[in-house]
């Protein structure tokens, strides 16, 4: 451990458009801001090919472009952005303490967390190629289905997220084939009675993704298991959608901070704050529902907001 703490008005903890933003709004008020930004420099975003639904980019952008303009523009206004991540905290008093990397010890006026969440994916080898190549592999269809217009599509799951995004890709592609792994749904009755009612959505109970096929870089089928019959197909597709669960970056608060069932840190409604003073959330480490760049990046210029407030409220 370092003997040297660092005293901080404003700490970030996290990247991503709900970091940088939040970020932005610090500086701007004068709240000398550092943002350490975590183990994945601009969050999920970095691994998204094409960004086209965030207003102002009428051509389009790339994600990691996107994070990087964002990033500049909260340097611009004087935002201390840092390499590194938060190991450790303690909220149990007035001033809250994080360590960075298990050796920079800080002591913060207010934090705002913004360190996200991490999709689920199944772990095949072929699955992870295509994702990080871009070409076929998403766990957003509201962010990506836009680009299979028209196109057939797999997607695996079976919760209320997953008959979501379902029906969701339903309207926009040709054909989407939904891969069960269980016997059976886990998604609400309504939910699973929407999916089975809507014609071009095919449903495969009990079956398991064995692999994506493609080109190097372009996917043009799914292969899987029917895991009654031993029986393996294969589907043709040109996207694949993993609509298995997200899971909150939200471990290291657990000891201070409210958590949902599932790690999603519970805030006041309307607000970015937390159960403890001066310890805000913003972006997807909050938000199970939303999960889009846009939203997250208002709630950073809540959280924002609400630390500038916190603050002046202690003048």
């Not at 550092?34 to 965030?54: I, K, R």
């Not at 997250?296 to 407030?309: I, P, Q």
Request: hydrophobic letters at 40%; charged letters at 20%; a negative charge.
């Amino acid at each position: 451990m370092s003997n040297t703490i660092e005293k901080i008005k404003c700490l970030i903890i996290g990247s991503g458009p709900a970091g940088y933003t939040a970020a932005i709004y610090a500086a701007r008020a004068n709240m000398n801001p550092v943002l350490y930004q975590g183990m994945q420099q601009g969050g999920q975003l970095t691994t998204t090919n094409e960004v086209e639904n965030f207003p102002g980019y009428v051509e389009g952008v790339t994600g990691p472009e996107m994070m990087i303009q964002l990033q500049e523009q909260a340097k611009r206004f004087g935002a201390d952005i840092r390499d590194g991540w938060a190991t450790k905290v303690d909220f149990s008093g007035d001033i809250h303490k994080v360590w960075i990397n298990d050796s920079i010890e800080l002591h913060c006026e207010t934090v705002i967390i913004s360190t996200g969440a991490s999709a689920k994916y199944l772990g095949l080898p072929s699955e992870q190629h295509y994702l990080n190549m871009g070409g076929g592999v998403s766990a957003c269809a509201v962010c990506d289905g836009f680009f299979y217009r028209n196109q057939e599509v797999v997607i695996v799951g079976a919760g209320d997220s997953a008959c979501e995004e379902a029906h969701y890709l339903s309207k926009l592609c040709k054909k989407v084939t939904m891969l069960v792994r269980s016997e059976k749904f886990r998604a609400s009755k309504i939910m699973e009675e929407r999916v089975r009612k809507t014609e071009n959505i095919e449903i495969l109970m009990n079956h398991d993704t064995v692999e994506v096929l493609g080109d190097s870089n372009v996917v043009h089928a799914i292969k899987a298991l029917n895991k009654s019959t031993g029986e393996v197909i294969e589907i043709p597709a040109t996207g694949f959608f993993v609509a298995i669960g997200h899971k909150p970056n939200t471990d290291i608060f657990k000891d201070y901070i409210t958590l949902d069932e599932t790690g999603y840190i519970i805030n006041t409604p309307g607000t970015s704050r937390t159960n403890v003073d001066g310890v805000f959330v913003a972006g997807d480490a909050a938000d199970h529902v939303y999960r889009q760049a846009i939203t997250a990046a208002g709630t950073g210029c809540m959280a924002a907001l609400d630390a500038e407030r916190y603050l002046a409220s202690k003048d």
